[in-house]
C-alpha cells in the first residue's frame, strides 16, 4: 500500500505541467466557481479499483485561512485521495494559480501526519506535525505545488503550448524536483467524457509528463479536453469549466474521471 500511495502521490503531483508560470502567457479561468471532479483509482493492468480521488476547485472562497494564517486568496483547491484505510487530503489557498500556502493531513489508520507550508519570496517554507520550520530554495517564478500542478496547466492554450519546466518543492524528501513535459506526436485521442447529461466522445490533447532529474523513471501520460465549447461544462456560474484532465495513466496506476459538476 505504501508503495502504491507513492505512486498516488507522483501521478497526482506530475500531471499537469505543460507550461512553466514564467512563460509570459496570461493566465485564464478554467473551471466555474465550484467545480467537483471525481475519479476512480484503478491497478493500470489488473483493472483493480484502488480508491478513489476527488478534486474540489472554488473560486472567491470564503474561507481564506489555512494554518493559522489568512491569506489574500481568489481559489481554494482541496484534493483528496482515498484508497483502504488510507486518506490524503490536501488543500491549497492561491493568487491568480500561483500557491500561498497548503495543508496535507495523511492518515492511515490511527497514524496521522500535517504537512503545512506556505511560499514566500523565494523559498518554500514547511513543517510536519508541528515540528522545525524548514526551507527550501525555489525561486520566486517557475514552480508551484505538488497535488496542485494539474490545475495549472487548464489556465493555458493546449494547443499551442512548447514543452517547459516547472519547480516542485517536495516536502517528504526535502528537494525540489524539475518536471518537464512533451505534447504526443500524436496529439489526440478519443475518451468517454461523463458529461452530466451523458458521456461523450471527445478527442483529448495527449501530453507525456518526466522528471528531468536522473533517474528520470517512466512517462505519466495525460489526457485533456480540447478549449471547445462544445466540451465545457456549465452551471449556474458566470465561467464555465474547462480542459479537465479526464485520464492519468502512471505506470501501473490509472487515474478516470467519473463524475464532474460545477456551479
Not at 500557491?99 to 496535507?104: D, E, I, N, P, T
Request: hydrophobic share 30%.
Amino acid at each position: 500500500m505504501k508503495k502504491i500511495l507513492g505512486v498516488v502521490t507522483l501521478a497526482v503531483i506530475i500531471c499537469a505541467v505543460l507550461v512553466g508560470c514564467s512563460g509570459g502567457s496570461t493566465v485564464a479561468p478554467a473551471w466555474a466557481d465550484r467545480e467537483e471532479l471525481v475519479y476512480n483509482v484503478t491497478d493500470t493492468n489488473t483493472k483493480e479499483t484502488l480508491g478513489t480521488m476527488t478534486v474540489v476547485n472554488e473560486r472567491r472562497p470564503e474561507d481564506k485561512t489555512l494554518n493559522g494564517k489568512t491569506y489574500d486568496a481568489d481559489g481554494k483547491t482541496t484534493v483528496t485521495v482515498v484508497m483502504g484505510e488510507t486518506t490524503i487530503n490536501t488543500v491549497f489557498l492561491t493568487s491568480q494559480y500561483t500557491v500561498l500556502a497548503s495543508q496535507k493531513t495523511r492518515t492511515e489508520g490511527e497514524n496521522v501526519t500535517v504537512t503545512n507550508a506556505y511560499h514566500s519570496g523565494k523559498y518554500y517554507y514547511y513543517s510536519v506535525n508541528g515540528g522545525e520550520e524548514k526551507k527550501l530554495k525555489t525561486g520566486n517564478t517557475g514552480y508551484t505545488d505538488s497535488e496542485y500542478l494539474y490545475n495549472y496547466i487548464r489556465c493555458y492554450d493546449l494547443s499551442s503550448t512548447s514543452p517547459a519546466s516547472v519547480k516542485i518543492a517536495d516536502a517528504a524528501t526535502g528537494t525540489v524536483k524539475t518536471v518537464t513535459t512533451t505534447r504526443m506526436s500524436v496529439s489526440t485521442a478519443s475518451v468517454p467524457v461523463p458529461y452530466p447529461a451523458g458521456a461523450k466522445e471527445v478527442d483529448c490533447y495527449v501530453v507525456a509528463v518526466s522528471l528531468s532529474d536522473t533517474p528520470s523513471g517512466s512517462a505519466i501520460y495525460v489526457w485533456y479536453t480540447p478549449d471547445n465549447d462544445d466540451y465545457n461544462l456549465s452551471g449556474k456560474s458566470i465561467s464555465p469549466s474547462k480542459k479537465f484532465p479526464v485520464k492519468i495513466v502512471e505506470n501501473n496506476i490509472t487515474y478516470t474521471l467519473a463524475s464532474m459538476s460545477v456551479r
